[in-house]
């Protein structure tokens, strides 16, 4: 799973019923005082352990705001976007 390499923060949309956040939070283990995950789904779900639950409308912009706040306004890991973002 190299996609995280690097990763300190994570936004797992649609994210019920949480196996992905789980995985994640897995993988982030080692660095849980230095990351953050944030799963969002409408549908209420179960706590994971160093994940964030959000429960909303993905689309939404309250719920996008809730996100930005969560990241205290920064939206990605730099070398992150520039290595998933095209351009």
């Known amino acids: 799973m ?9 936004v ?4 019920a019923p ?3 956040s789980q ?5 982030l283990e080692d ?6 995950i944030v799963s969002i789904d409408l549908q ?3 706590p994971i352990e160093g994940v964030t639950l959000v429960q909303g409308d993905i689309t939404s912009p309250a719920v ?11 939206c990605c890991s730099p070398n992150l976007a520039s290595s998933i973002l095209p351009g």
Do not use: H, P, Y
């Not at 797992?12 to 994210?15: M, Y």
């Not at 660095?31 to 953050?36: E, V």
């Not at 996008?64 to 920064?74: E, Y």
């Open 31 to 36: 660095r849980r005082a230095t990351s953050k």
């Open 12 to 15: 797992d949309l649609c994210a």
């Open 18 to 20: 949480g196996s992905w």
């Open 64 to 74: 996008a705001q809730r996100v930005v706040d969560l990241f205290d306004g920064v």
């Open 44 to 46: 209420e779900m179960a």
């Open 2 to 10: 190299q996609l995280l390499d690097g990763a300190n923060r994570v």
């Open 23 to 27: 995985v994640i939070s897995r993988r």
